[in-house]
Structures are given as structure tokens and as C-alpha cells.
Nanobody, 117 residues
Framework: QVQLVESGGGLVQPGGSLRLSCAASRSIYSFNVMGWYRQAPGKQRELVATITSDGGTNYAHSAKARFTISRDSTQNTLYLQIDSLKFEDTAVYYC???????????WGQGTQVTVSS
């Protein structure tokens, strides 16, 4: 069973930065794709960014300027750096990992990011 544990969320003022972490219970290279999604209150969950096993990244259009996805294979950890936070970034951020071309699809429990002055 794969476990994904997110951390790093919190309350931050507009313009601030956060780095979210997702610790995986197995080697991150065992996943075809890992990614971050978010769900704002009253909205559907949406893609933020993904990274493939060979390091290719993909960002939602709204995330290209201020979000950076990265990973540390020695720590089996996925990261999401968010800069210049805006009110509309308030959401629960979820880590996702897919194996065998999506046959297996794992989610973390989510970490809350709240942007407020």
C-alpha cells in the first residue's frame, strides 16, 4: 500500500511563499507521474502541476508563473513551491501519484493553504 503524506500548508499573507512537501512510502521513481492538485471551497479539484518519472514537468496555465514542482529522490519527497501567494490560492492541496499508466492512483490526505491578510 502506498502512502502519501503532505505537509507545509498554513496561513500566509498575500505575497508570501510556501513550500509544500509530499513524502511517499516508496521510491518516487516507481511512479509514472506525481503531481499536485488543489480544491478550493465550493469548487472541483483541479490540476496544479505534474512531474513524470523522467523529470518532465507540466503546469496548469494559472500555475506557470508562480508554482514550481520538484522532487528529491533521496528523500522520496515531492515538493511544490508557491511564490507570490494570492487570495485565490486558498485551497486544500493534494499530492497524487500514479503507477502503471494510471492503473493505480494514490492520493494524500491534503494540506490546507489559506491566504489571508
Amino acid at each position: 500500500q502506498v502512502q502519501l503524506v503532505e505537509s507545509g500548508g498554513g496561513l500566509v499573507q498575500p505575497g508570501g511563499s510556501l513550500r509544500l512537501s509530499c513524502a511517499a512510502s516508496r521510491s518516487i521513481y516507481s511512479f509514472n507521474v506525481m503531481g499536485w492538485y488543489r480544491q478550493a471551497p465550493g469548487k472541483q479539484r483541479e490540476l496544479v502541476a505534474t512531474i513524470t518519472s523522467d523529470g518532465g514537468t507540466n503546469y496548469a496555465h494559472s500555475a506557470k508563473a508562480r508554482f514550481t514542482i520538484s522532487r528529491d529522490s533521496t528523500q522520496n519527497t515531492l515538493y511544490l513551491q508557491i511564490d507570490s501567494l494570492k487570495f485565490e490560492d486558498t485551497a486544500v492541496y493534494y499530492c497524487n501519484a500514479k503507477m502503471f499508466a494510471g492503473t493505480y492512483d494514490y492520493w494524500g490526505q491534503g494540506t490546507q493553504v489559506t491566504v489571508s491578510s
